[in-house]
């Protein structure tokens, strides 16, 4: 149970905060490196350890709330990939908005990173030399993000869920291992997986949630353009009207922080990767 009772303009306001702060930690100057043009271009890692910090950051986002003290809407039992991430909160935004009645801009980017995840990915002659074992593997994109991103962040003797993914997705690819097998198979998975495969396809996913960043953005800029009021002509002074149905102590500092967001715009460009980024697994 919600342990306030959140109305649903705050919960959107809650959603809106946690995504743009994820995406903001993830999609920035610091992780990647600057670039000189917006199209046709491709996005690098300062460092690879920057590449794995951002592994770890995807994952966060694309695992719902542990716990949901906000009352948001419930994610239905029978649902898998995509829906099972904060992705199925702004697509509920996106079909029942509140701030804005007009939500394409938002829900358009959410839904493209939502089929993309999806996908299947297939890698032909990934060599697991632990087991020697060579074969093709085929599974949604998200699996391997999620399975990379949780070997970055957690020590061995914390990967047993990992294993169990590692041997249900070799059986499920025709190879029955054992769970030893699958610990053994691990490393060989995150270099394949991680520095080669999500190596790829960096640069895609961080053009996607830029694009979600700058959805989120102009959905909210005519809430921006309602609430901001100069308070003094002769200075920089302003407050925001907070909407009527925002009155906790947490939604009001979330919509103030949301607005001075937008107040000062993603300080990263919309850009566009080259296609030959997006041709392969």
Same mark, same amino acid.
């Given at each position: 149970?919600?342990?306030?009772?959140?109305?649903?303009?705050?919960?959107?306001?809650?959603?809106?905060?946690?995504?743009?702060?994820?995406?903001?930690?993830?999609?920035?100057?610091?992780?990647?490196?600057?670039?000189?043009?917006?199209?046709?271009?491709?996005?690098?890692?300062?460092?690879?350890?920057?590449?794995?910090?951002?592994?770890? =950051? =995807?994952?966060?986002? =694309?695992?719902?709330?542990?716990?949901?003290?906000?009352?948001?809407?419930?994610?239905?039992?029978?649902?898998?990939?995509?829906?099972?991430?904060?992705?199925?909160?702004?697509?509920?935004?996106?079909?029942?908005?509140?701030?804005?009645?007009?939500?394409?801009?938002?829900?358009?980017?959410?839904?493209?990173?939502?089929?993309?995840?999806?996908?299947?990915?297939?890698?032909?002659?990934?060599?697991?030399?632990?087991?020697?074992?060579?074969?093709?593997?085929?599974?949604?994109?998200?699996?391997?993000?999620?399975?990379?991103?949780?070997?970055?962040?957690?020590?061995?003797?914390?990967?047993?869920?990992?294993?169990?993914?590692?041997?249900?997705?070799?059986?499920?690819?025709?190879?029955?291992?054992?769970?030893?097998?699958?610990?053994?198979?691990?490393?060989?998975?995150?270099?394949?997986?991680?520095?080669?495969?999500?190596?790829?396809?960096? @640069?895609?996913?961080?053009?996607?949630?830029?694009?979600?960043?700058?959805?989120?953005?102009?959905?909210?800029?005519?809430?921006?353009?309602? @609430?901001?009021?100069?308070?003094?002509?002769? @200075?920089?002074?302003?407050?925001?009207?907070?909407?009527?149905?925002?009155?906790?102590? =947490?939604?009001?500092?979330?919509?103030?922080?949301?607005?001075?967001?937008?107040?000062?715009?993603?300080?990263?460009?919309?850009?566009?990767?080259?296609?030959?980024?997006?041709?392969?697994?």
């Amino acid at each position: 149970m919600p342990s306030y009772n959140y109305t649903d303009i705050e919960r959107e306001i809650i959603v809106l905060k946690a995504v743009t702060d994820l995406i903001d930690e993830m999609v920035n100057f610091e992780i990647f490196e600057k670039f000189e043009r917006t199209r046709d271009m491709n996005m690098t890692f300062r460092t690879m350890t920057h590449q794995r910090l951002f592994n770890v =950051l =995807l994952v966060d986002m =694309l695992t719902r709330p542990s716990k949901n003290h906000f009352g948001l809407p419930s994610v239905p039992k029978d649902a898998s990939g995509s829906v099972r991430t904060f992705l199925y909160f702004l697509g509920q935004i996106g079909e029942n908005p509140v701030l804005n009645p007009s939500s394409a801009v938002l829900l358009e980017p959410v839904e493209e990173f939502a089929t993309w995840l999806d996908g299947e990915c297939i890698v032909e002659n990934v060599w697991f030399p632990s087991i020697e074992l060579e074969t093709t593997i085929q599974m949604p994109r998200m699996s391997f993000i999620k399975i990379c991103g949780d070997i970055a962040k957690h020590c061995f003797p914390r990967l047993g869920t990992n294993a169990d993914r590692i041997q249900e997705l070799l059986a499920n690819n025709g190879h029955e291992i054992d769970i030893e097998q699958a610990y053994l198979a691990m490393p060989d998975f995150y270099q394949w997986f991680h520095h080669d495969i999500f190596s790829y396809h960096s @640069s895609t996913i961080a053009e996607s949630l830029n694009n979600i960043r700058w959805g989120i953005h102009d959905y909210l800029t005519p809430e921006f353009t309602r @609430s901001y009021k100069k308070t003094d002509p002769n @200075s920089e002074a302003y407050k925001f009207d907070f909407p009527k149905d925002c009155t906790s102590r =947490l939604g009001k500092e979330m919509y103030w922080e949301l607005m001075n967001w937008v107040r000062s715009k993603p300080y990263m460009p919309r850009f566009e990767v080259t296609k030959y980024l997006k041709m392969r697994y």
